[in-house]
């Protein structure tokens, strides 16, 4: 049976990551609703907001569960959701976990992403001992694959055909991290 993992709570200069709380609901539905911030994602976008609840109860699933870590990630100068990012599929006996991210698109271009990303994995490979990451993106969503390249994950395949977004088939690459690969950046990322 496994042990619930407790959900972290992360920071960096711009950036606080944390559980999400029922209050994250609104701005949550505002982010899984748009279109445009989906585009590649391999569900629709949402049309109701029971939708977020449900994405919140699920975050504290599994957390109890102790298959992941889901985090709201708050711009530290002003207060606002910009995103989440998470971990999941855990397997404690391979040392193995899943690296995911949604950013509301006014965040893009200022690498929050990387930064968000970054926190996670330090907390990841130092608290969980992982031995590897992975992450998926549609080949299309080059912004992405630069997140990933940046963080130091190689590209390790395409999963041809392995999806429908929007009514269209579409590739996925996989990408890598191993421990020995990771360079966690000089920041300090203090958990509190």
Request: overall charge negative; some cysteine; charged content about 25%.
């Amino acid at each position: 049976m496994r042990t619930s993992l407790p959900t972290p709570s992360l920071h960096t200069d711009r950036l606080r990551l944390r559980a999400f709380e029922d209050t994250d609901a609104n701005d949550l539905f505002a982010l899984h609703s748009s279109a445009y911030v989906l585009r590649y994602w391999d569900s629709p976008p949402w049309n109701d907001r029971v939708r977020a609840e449900k994405f919140i109860t699920a975050c504290r699933h599994m957390a109890q569960e102790g298959t992941g870590a889901r985090l709201a990630v708050d711009r530290v100068s002003d207060g606002a959701f910009i995103g989440w990012c998470s971990l999941s599929r855990w397997h404690p006996d391979y040392r193995s976990a899943s690296l995911g991210y949604c950013f509301d698109d006014a965040a893009w271009g200022h690498g929050y992403a990387t930064e968000a990303a970054r926190a996670l994995l330090r907390w990841a490979f130092d608290t969980l001992d992982l031995n590897r990451v992975q992450a998926e993106t549609d080949t299309r969503n080059l912004a992405s694959a630069r997140v990933l390249e940046k963080l130091g994950f190689e590209r390790e395949g395409t999963l041809r055909e392995d999806c429908v977004v929007n009514g269209e088939v579409s590739d996925s690459w996989v990408y890598g991290l191993i421990r020995r690969e990771w360079q966690p950046s000089s920041e300090p990322v203090p958990a509190h």
